[in-house]
């Protein structure tokens, strides 16, 4: 069994910057791909970023530049560094842990970005 917990997630001006995490528990893996989604209130589900075994990463267009993310195998974390942060970022951030045949999420955490 997995269990996923994010934190880290708060209200931000806009222009600031947060920290996400997500602590992984239970049989983890380094072949394990873990990244981040997030959803707007009224909006779908959207990918925003993954990490792969070795450490390779992937963003979706509307993040690249701005967040990072990255993984601490020695810990079972990922992290999710967001810069130069909007409005539109507002969301709720799942992180989530991906293998062959299963996906598992954590609970979430809020983000606003609001002056």
């Known amino acids: 069994q997995v269990h996923l917990v994010e934190s880290g997630g708060g209200l931000v001006q806009p222009g600031g910057s947060l920290r996400l995490s997500c602590v992984a528990s239970g049989s983890i893996f380094s072949s394990d791909v873990m990244g981040w989604y997030r959803q707007a209130p009224g909006k779908q589900r959207e990918w925003v970023a993954i990490v792969r075994s070795g450490g390779n990463t992937n963003y979706a267009d509307s993040v690249k530049g701005r967040f990072t993310t990255s993984r601490d195998y020695a810990k079972n974390t990922v992290y999710l560094q967001m810069n130069s942060l909007k409005p539109e970022d507002t969301a709720v951030y799942y992180c989530?842990?991906?293998?062959?045949?299963?996906?598992?999420w954590g609970q979430g955490t809020q983000v606003t970005v609001s002056s």
């Open positions: 989530l842990l991906r293998r062959v045949l299963t996906t598992h």
